[in-house]
Structure formats: structure tokens, C-alpha cells
């Protein structure tokens, strides 16, 4: 199973510095398109293009933005699926370093209490809004099947090919 995203899995971040297309415009990692996508204005998109604005800032940037009317978690989770099949699809080394993963069990565990998109490991501290259980229950690890799904869709189209 792999559930740490640093060293030999750090390509698996969505930070992780790649070209990825969002929408026609490219951007300099799949985090970045994500923020960006969250957003109508072009003006707000744009700010995510900024090569100079490290990741930390635009997390920040995106938290006090007014996300687009139409943003839901079933939008979010669609549109991550696709930044993260361009992420993959677009570059041959990473297309290959996610294959060589094969069947192994993707989780996306963090200790800061993020239960969305991954899996908060922390198991004492207090959750999401104060919740004092919100880590002790699994998180959802929609990031981990997203990369999963993506991982069997190029691997189906290699075999095909």
C-alpha cells in the first residue's frame, strides 16, 4: 500500500511541479489547474498560473476566493479525475512511474485532518470544524481512487494499444 507521497511516490501530489492543461491553459502542476478550476473569472484563474506563487500561497489565495456557483464535491471530485488523467497522459515518465505501481492500494493519509480526499492519520487531535471523532472514522481517500482509476484506465489503453 502506498500512502506517503514524498520520495520515491512524490509524483503522486498533486503539487508536484508538471504540466497540466485546465480549461485550454496550461499550468505548472495538477493542485494549481485544481485551484484554478474552482473559479469562473479569468482574473482569479490566472492568479494559479503564477510560477512564482508557491503552492502554500495559492491554498491560502483559493480558501478567500468566491468559488464558482455551479462548484459542488461531485464537480470537484469530476474535474479532478480529469486534471489528474492530463497530468498522467501527458507525461510519458509519470504515465510510466504511475503503471509501475500496478495493483497497489493508493491512499492519500495526512495529519491534518482532511477526510474528503484522503485519510487524516492523526487519530487524537480534533477534526474538521472542532469534531473531536472526525479522524478517528476513515477518511473517504477520493484522491487515492481517483489516481487508482486513472492508473487501470492507462494501463487498459497500453494493453489495447
Given at each position: ?56 500561497r495559492a491554498r491560502e ?73 472526525a479522524c478517528l472514522v ?24
Open positions: 500500500m502506498i500512502t506517503k507521497f514524498k520520495g520515491k511516490y512524490d509524483f503522486l501530489d498533486p503539487a508536484y511541479y508538471c504540466l497540466v492543461e485546465y480549461d485550454g491553459v496550461i499550468y505548472n502542476s495538477a493542485e494549481a489547474a485544481f485551484l484554478a478550476s474552482q473559479y469562473d473569472a479569468p482574473y482569479f484563474r490566472s492568479m494559479f498560473r503564477d510560477t512564482a506563487l508557491p503552492i502554500w489565495l483559493a480558501r478567500r476566493l468566491q468559488k464558482r456557483r455551479d462548484w459542488t464535491p461531485e464537480l470537484s471530485l469530476e474535474l479532478m479525475r480529469q486534471i489528474t488523467l492530463d497530468k498522467f497522459s501527458r507525461s510519458p515518465n509519470l504515465r510510466f512511474l504511475l503503471l509501475v505501481t500496478r495493483h497497489e492500494r493508493i491512499v492519500a493519509e495526512n495529519n491534518w485532518h482532511e477526510q474528503f480526499w484522503g485519510r487524516c492519520i492523526c487519530n487524537t487531535r480534533p477534526g474538521k470544524y472542532g469534531r473531536k471523532d476513515p477518511g473517504s481517500n477520493r484522491l487515492g481512487k481517483i489516481l487508482m482509476s486513472v492508473r487501470d484506465q492507462l494501463a487498459s489503453e497500453a494493453q489495447a494499444a
